[in-house]
């Protein structure tokens, strides 16, 4: 928490861009610093996938979620891919908070 602020990061697919656009916009009206992607690979930010680059981001966002205070899944229609699983996994070591934008059938 910054302040009186939660601090919330988004993980979930690059390929629902709008619904991450949504969601920071929904939260950060609801009163909490959100932390989001910083390239949509899967929505046309091709440079995700130069050499290096998506281990390089996907390090980086494991960083955003020890900033945080939880993490807000994007699973639209369920889906929560490899690297989601990993930061969902990595959040929950860490103590931090899980919300999904769906109910996660997986728990």
Not at 28 to 37: A, K
Request: neutral net charge.
């Amino acid at each position: 928490m910054v302040g009186r602020f939660p601090v919330i990061t988004l993980c979930g697919s690059t390929r629902f861009k709008e619904q991450f656009l949504e969601a920071q916009k929904r939260l950060t009206l609801e009163g909490n610093i959100v932390i989001s992607v910083g390239l949509f690979g899967h929505s046309g930010d091709n440079e995700v996938w130069t050499e290096g680059t998506k281990e390089m981001l996907d390090e980086m966002h494991k960083r955003k979620i020890d900033m945080a205070d939880g993490i807000y899944v994007i699973n639209v229609n369920g889906y929560i891919g490899s690297s989601t699983r990993s930061e969902i996994e990595y959040a929950r070591k860490k103590g931090k908070q899980v919300l999904f934008l769906e109910p996660d059938k997986a728990i």
